[in-house]
């Protein structure tokens, strides 16, 4: 999967950074702090969805408390999410 850019993306984080992929993202300013990436995935990786009907989350926390992640088909389930709280 590629981080791609999307209508609504307000901040890109690792813009600078060579050993990271630029992450194109929205920055919702909320009391949580929530931040939003979107992916695109190839036509491989579609397929392998479509008939596995699973992803895998890899989040990084330099041995920190894991953070809450959600994952979701649509920028609108994100939006609905965060009004919820």
């Given at each position: 999967?590629?981080?791609?850019?999307?209508?609504?993306?307000?901040?890109?984080?690792?813009?600078?950074?060579?050993?990271?992929?630029?992450?194109?993202?929205?920055?919702?300013q909320d009391q949580a702090g929530t931040i939003i990436t979107c992916w695109e995935m190839s036509e491989e990786e579609l397929q392998e969805v479509v008939k596995n009907k699973r992803i895998y989350l890899s989040v990084m926390t330099f041995n920190q408390p894991l953070q809450p992640v959600s994952v979701q088909a649509s920028l609108e389930g994100f939006i609905n999410l965060t009004s919820e709280g």
């Open positions: 999967m590629t981080p791609t850019k999307f209508e609504g993306q307000n901040v890109v984080f690792a813009e600078n950074q060579p050993e990271y992929l630029p992450l194109p993202a929205m920055h919702l």
